[in-house]
């Protein structure tokens, strides 16, 4: 059973920074795509930044600021956010595209981890 576990959310003040982490565990042959989302109060959950095999992509409200990384031997997502907004306060959530020769090529999802940036 594949899992992916997300920490590191809190509560920051604007202009601070905060880490996600998400672990990915299981019978996992191959992770091939990763990402972040985010779903905020009252709106729909939104890509936030993604690694493919073209590349990594960045929503425009978070470039230069967000920045994306994997372990691939560690079976880990990051998330490192940079001065923060009260526009970023949501649910993050990790995403994975994962092979396993049970399922063949499954997308999974993490449980979410808040982060509230306020004064």
């Known amino acids: 059973q594949v899992q992916l576990v997300e920490s590191g959310g809190g509560l920051v003040q604007p202009g601070e920074s905060l880490g996600l982490s998400c672990a990915a565990s299981?019978?996992?042959?191959?992770?091939?795509?990763v990402g972040w989302y985010r779903q905020a109060p009252g709106k729909e959950r939104e890509l936030v930044a993604r690694?493919?095999?073209?590349?990594?992509t960045y929503d425009d409200s978070v470039k230069g600021r967000f920045t994306i990384s994997r372990d691939s031997v560690k079976k880990m997502i990051y998330l490192q956010m940079n001065d923060l907004k009260p526009e970023d306060t949501a649910v993050y959530y990790c995403?994975?595209?994962?092979?396993?020769?049970?399922?063949?090529?499954?997308?999974?999802w993490g449980n979410g981890a808040r982060v509230t940036v306020s004064s």
């Open positions: 995403y994975a595209n994962i092979y396993t020769y049970r399922e063949g090529s499954v997308d999974y």
């Open positions: 299981g019978s996992i042959v191959a992770i091939n795509i």
């Open positions: 690694i493919n095999n073209y590349g990594t």
